[in-house]
């Protein structure tokens, strides 16, 4: 089992940054690849990024595109989300998220494909 602890949430205004990590512990070995998902209060949880852990490819949700980044820190076991740009919609808990499994277009947007969750780190974007 992987351990996920998210770290970097916060209160940013409207067209502001901020930078999330997700420090990766246990089994880490068994990655295979890393990202992000968001739940907004009284919504489904939502795909965000996704990054493969040793190809570097990479998915984006298409209302992040082009703003936030996804990538691993050097050899260390953590992933970071940059978001630039942020807007009001983007206010909701931001969860970590680990898997064994190859990323493919289908079934990197979808809960199922993920092993293993952080406990998230809210985000709050005021306008």
């Known amino acids: 089992q992987v351990e996920l602890v998210e770290s970097g949430g916060g209160l940013v205004q409207s067209g502001g940054s901020l930078r999330l990590s997700c420090d990766a512990s246990?089994?880490?070995?068994?990655?295979?690849?890393m990202g992000w998902f968001r739940q907004a209060p009284g919504k489904e949880r939502e795909f965000v990024a996704a990054?493969?852990?040793?190809?570097?490819?990479?998915y984006y949700a298409d209302s992040v595109k082009g703003r936030f980044s996804v990538s691993r820190d050097g050899a260390r076991d953590t992933a970071r989300l940059q978001m630039n740009s942020l807007r009001p919609e983007a206010t909701a808990r931001y969860f970590c998220?680990?898997?064994?499994?190859?990323?493919?277009?289908?079934?990197?947007?979808?809960?199922?494909?993920?092993?293993?969750w952080g406990q998230g780190t809210q985000v709050t974007v005021r306008a």
């Open positions: 990054l493969s852990w040793t190809g570097g490819c990479t």
């Open positions: 246990g089994r880490t070995s068994s990655i295979y690849a």
């Open positions: 998220v680990a898997t064994r499994w190859a990323l493919h277009s289908i079934a990197v947007v979808t809960t199922d494909h993920y092993d293993d």
